[in-house]
């Protein structure tokens, strides 16, 4: 027999582990207070790039493709498409994604916060 309390931990880390692949589920509203850290560097226009390259339309592109931008070697021969799952990575650590990148940020150690500045880049980057 199942006891009740093991069925209820059963569920608790259920719910967790769904939470924790849920990328979609980032809050775009609370992601533009998180790209308030990317913004000294990053900007969503199109074409407006700054210390790092514009991250307009960044969701499902590419590394190191924005013309104009003039990336380190590293980035512009990583061939990574950034969809949700590769940009985590590279968010919570960008110098293990992309060794010898030139972006200097420690990165996101929140998962929430990664979720909802992705969330925010897929709603508002366009
Ligand atoms: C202090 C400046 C700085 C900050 C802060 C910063 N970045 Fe960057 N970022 C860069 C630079 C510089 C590059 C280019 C890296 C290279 O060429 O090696 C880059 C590259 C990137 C790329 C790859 C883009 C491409 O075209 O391949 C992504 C994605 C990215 N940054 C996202 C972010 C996000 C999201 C944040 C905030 C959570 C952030 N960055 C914070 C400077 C910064």
Redesign the pocket.
């Known amino acids: 027999m199942i006891s009740f309390r093991m069925l209820v931990f059963v569920v608790i880390l259920t719910l967790g582990f769904a939470g924790r692949f849920a990328l979609a589920a980032g809050d775009a509203a609370n992601g533009e207070k998180?790209?308030n850290?990317?913004k000294?560097?990053?900007s969503i226009v199109e074409g407006k790039n700054g210390?790092?390259?514009s991250?307009f339309r960044?969701v499902g592109?590419k590394?190191?493709?924005?013309a104009g931008y003039k990336?380190?070697d590293?980035?512009a021969k990583a061939n990574i498409i950034?969809d949700e799952k590769n940009?985590d990575a590279?968010?919570t650590d960008p110098k293990a994604v992309?060794p010898g990148?030139?972006?200097?940020?420690a990165g996101?150690k929140k998962d929430q916060d990664r979720d909802d500045?992705i969330a925010f880049l897929k709603a508002k980057a366009q």
């Open positions: 998180v790209f850290q990317c000294v560097c990053h210390v790092g390259p991250l960044v592109r590394s190191g493709t924005v990336y380190s590293a980035m950034w940009l590279y968010l992309v990148d030139k972006m200097p940020f996101l500045v």
